[in-house]
């Protein structure tokens, strides 16, 4: 991931004497931010239905389903609307992360080309383990997620029972009547305590230690997931993946990070790089992250 070199830092130096070293050394910095940030396995993020915002929050407000939307509509008569319920409101805020990236002046003039992108490389790991952090944050409060009832471990039957209840959810329709939503879940999420028994139980061709070679009617019945930031080391998930009501990533600035160079005014240095010999870059990120609907996903606790 080194992407700086001797000619370039020989470029750098030269552009020291012009007031271009910034803008110079920024295109490498971003280069090697993306990259790095680019290498952070982010499993949850293609959970999430990804939107963008331009807001410090936004709020979603619950849809009443209608309640037979199948039924025909006679010559001249309405179309049914789609109603937005003014009780069931969620609110998502956006929120900052970053640090900043500081080049010295000894870094080019000693060539210390690990040192320079040991640096870059760090801050784009670390914004690409936040959003994970922040996802897996999002599932694991209760109050995004759907219960299954009881404490379950996970296997074969635990988990055909859990698929099972996600299929027939129910909410309540526009005239207040209860229909079926007609989900289906997509994904089993784990920690990596539970990845050999996921495996086992939705890739194996046969149930394992059946008397008869059962078919295993589980296999590839969902996709495995597994999550490294998520706390507990028991507890899994069912849920379906990039619903429009369900997990949401709302984005302002990134992911992926964005780089950006210390404000100069008019042709004055920045003022660190007359105190104190360096060029700093500020790499952040703005994002929120949240739930509208707790039926997107079943977990296996009360």
Request: proline share 5%; charged share 20%; with cysteine.
């Amino acid at each position: 991931m080194n992407l700086l070199s001797e000619d370039k830092i020989a470029r750098f130096r030269e552009a020291a004497t012009t007031g271009d070293l910034p803008t110079l050394l920024r295109e490498d910095y971003l280069d090697i931010l993306l990259s790095a940030y680019g290498t952070v396995p982010q499993p949850l993020l293609g959970l999430c239905y990804q939107v963008t915002s331009d807001n410090p929050s936004e709020t979603y407000r619950g849809l009443k389903h209608l309640q037979d939307i199948d039924s025909e509509i006679p010559e001249g008569s309405e179309y049914p609307e789609i109603i937005v319920g003014e009780k069931s409101t969620v609110t998502i805020t956006n929120r900052k992360y970053g640090a900043i990236i500081a080049v010295t002046e000894e870094m080019i003039r000693y060539s210390k080309l690990a040192e320079m992108t040991r640096i870059g490389a760090s801050a784009g790991e670390m914004l690409g383990r936040v959003v994970e952090k922040k996802i897996a944050a999002a599932i694991e409060d209760t109050s995004n997620t759907t219960a299954s009832g009881s404490t379950l471990t996970l296997s074969r039957a635990n988990l055909e029972t859990v698929v099972n209840a996600f299929r027939i959810q129910t909410a309540t329709a526009a005239d207040g009547t209860t229909i079926k939503l007609g989900l289906t879940a997509d994904t089993l999420l784990v920690p990596p305590s539970l990845e050999y028994d996921a495996t086992r139980i939705l890739n194996s061709t046969l149930i394992p230690g059946s008397a008869n070679n059962d078919v295993n009617v589980m296999k590839g019945a969902l996709n495995i997931m597994v999550a490294p930031y998520l706390t507990s080391t028991s507890l899994w998930y069912v849920l379906k993946s990039n619903w429009a009501n369900g997990l949401v990533i709302q984005k302002v600035i990134g992911p992926p990070p964005e780089l950006s160079q210390q404000e100069v005014k008019g042709n004055q240095q920045p003022d660190s790089t007359f105190r104190y010999d360096k060029i700093s870059y500020k790499a952040r990120m703005l994002f929120g992250v949240g739930v509208i609907d707790a039926k997107f996903c079943i977990r296996s606790t009360t």
